[in-house]
């Protein structure tokens, strides 16, 4: 998914729902009188696993008075068996954000099916929460006191993160990259020489091998340390060019994808050689406000939907390969805006799809067929 472009869609949708009224409906797979239906918010694939968590409102939620809504309005579920049953598990404390649909809760990232880690709130005060058995509980952890995390990225055994020392008015200095094992409890820090004040940061990781990117009004560098963060080698990577920084999605030691905002539009590369060169993924241009998303499943696939804003024809829904050169329609995903996408493999996947840009039309979505079809997913629905 597109981090940077998925934050801008759930601002824009947050306005509409305000403007709209905000009111929920029940569905009719649910008990109309009493409860209304629950509303995906967001979709987390456990890195590579087929274990899948989806953030949505629980059976209480006030959505004609959502700021008197605490922590216990959203509730977590996850499914390890491709959606045929889910569980339902706890969340760190979430509150009411009047600009994002799962309040203050920003990222939510599985290094394993029981591992997790969510970052909680905005700009300077970033809080890291931890769960490391599935969900069942969540606890607070410090990188560095006295610091804010900039970027973060989980891989099957270690966590890494850049943290800085940044004022209210963002303003950042002193980064640093942190390495930790999977609790998040011990955190080794490692100065980073040569970062400029006004650079966003884009991150991504697997196994040792981390790549950073300093993403400035005048250039972008790519950097890659294979020793887990100790050492760093710099290369101008102007093919990588944002408005802030792009995404990286690393899916083995040398293979990784970018997704790059542009201004309103978002532009999409694949490196096979751990970014010395990259492909740029093409096709006509993509929004990043049209209610589109990204999906890296593998170091051979993705999908990409591009949303009703940018398909005119009967399919929106693409699949690609051959290292980001191949892109071909496969089906429709019949969202508005979709608000979370993660397949498990080639062939199994789910979305939150808002239907008619309204929060009373969000539905959880799967499809087995790689995109060519999607229907409702009863399970999500059962009550509890």
Known sequence: MTHVATHVRRLVVVVALLTSGFFLTSSPDADSSMNPAPVPLMVVRANDSSTVYVVSTDNEFQANHPAACGMGCFLMRRTTDGGAHFSYLSLPPIHYESDSLTGNL????????????????????????VTLDGAGSWHREVIARGTTILGFSATSSELYAVVAKCSKSSACTDYEIARSPL????????????????????????????????????????????????????????????????????????TLWADCPTGMAVSFLYSGNSGTTWNRVPDRQFSGTGGGYFDPVSSTLAYLDFGPAD?????????????????KAVGKLPCKIADGLVFTDALHGFAACDQNDSYLSTVFLQTSDGGRTWHRNASFYDPF
Request: with cysteine.
């Open 183 to 254: 609790t998040a409890r011990e955190w080794t820090l490692t100065p980073l020489p040569k970062w400029p004040a006004d650079t966003g940061v884009g991150m991504g990781a697997f196994g040792s091998t981390v790549w950073l990117t300093q993403q400035s009004t005048r250039t972008v560098w790519l950097l890659t340390s294979h020793d887990g963060g100790t050492t760093f080698t710099r290369k101008s990577a102007p093919e990588i060019g944002s408005v802030y920084a792009c995404r990286m999605t690393a899916t083995s030691g040398v």
């Open 106 to 129: 920003d990222q939510l990232i599985f290094a394993t099916g029981d591992d997790g880690y969510a970052l909680m709130g905005v700009s300077t005060s970033t809080t890291l929460y």
């Open 311 to 327: 398909s005119p024809g009967a399919k929106n829904f693409y699949r690609i390969t051959d290292k980001g050169l191949d892109v």
